[in-house]
């Protein structure tokens, strides 16, 4: 009987703190995609946030078939040039030099506006490092594996 009651409480105790979160979760401002945290949504794509003239995370490691996403983060325009670039200063993180490949090169429009994000499915397994065209500061790589 006390082992009854014990459980009964536990699973009580387990119901309101489910709710609990519930609630906390449909009243907080939570944008509709992209929050700040790493979301368990869909396993086979990943963002990528535009930010503080930075690229975060600026190296990801996805499987083959992985849709990557872009989000502008900041009211700034960017681009999202594939290609690679050399000589990135270790203190400043300023690049030398960049050679664009031609497998994707847009430009990704002010937080809040009309494209300000990009996708892009990494089919082939290797490395595709990009980076924005107008600032010589964000410079990263997604690594693709089998
Ligand atoms: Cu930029």
Known sequence: MTTRITLTG??????LVLLLSGCAGNSSQMPPSGGTTTEPADP???DVEAISI???PETITVPAGTTV???NGEAITHTITSGAFTDVNPSTG???SETPDGLFDVTLAPKGQDGDSFEHTYETPGTYPYYCDIHLSMNAVVIVTE
Do not use: H, K, P, Q
């Open 94 to 96: 300023i690049r030398g």
């Open 69 to 71: 996403r872009w989000v």
């Open 54 to 56: 930075m690229f975060m």
């Open 10 to 15: 536990v699973a009580g105790l387990s119901a």
């Open 44 to 46: 086979s794509s990943y």
